[in-house]
């Protein structure tokens, strides 16, 4: 029904940037909240960046200062801007999309997972 695709991760070293997309398509009737997630391995799935239906956003203190949310029209697509990045950032990074559906006059309120993109960063 609704799909969300990643890209734009890879392989850095420390200090570089990289500049994370994420597109959602599929039966949307509209999009709500937009967040950014990583994982890193063995370790729990953080919250990393938020943008709100009205475009407020928010940080994790990890990367307050160095990563920047924000989104196309329509909320889409989003992004996720990451400078000066450190070892520590590595991880999976994933998009998780707040939307409302509409189905034969049904309307639903889902959360959608993007497949997740790697990020690397070495010393």
């Known amino acids: 029904q609704v799909q969300l695709v990643e890209s734009g991760g890879g392989l850095v070293q420390a200090g570089g940037s990289l500049r994370l997309s994420c597109a959602a398509s599929?039966?949307?009737?509209?999009?709500?909240?937009r967040d950014w997630y990583r994982q890193a391995t063995g370790e729990q799935r953080d919250l990393v960046a938020g943008i709100g239906s009205g475009g407020s956003t928010n940080y994790a203190a990890s990367g307050k200062g160095r990563f920047t949310i924000s989104r196309g029209e329509a909320k889409n697509p989003v992004y996720l801007q990451m400078n000066s990045l450190k070892p520590e950032d590595t991880a999976v990074y994933y998009c998780?999309?707040?939307?409302?559906?509409?189905?034969?006059?049904?309307?639903?309120?889902?959360?959608?997972w993007g497949q997740g993109t790697e990020v690397t960063v070495s010393s």
């Open positions: 599929g039966r949307i009737y509209s999009i709500n909240a």
């Open positions: 998780k999309t707040d939307v409302w559906t509409s189905i034969s006059g049904r309307y639903s309120r889902e959360e959608y």
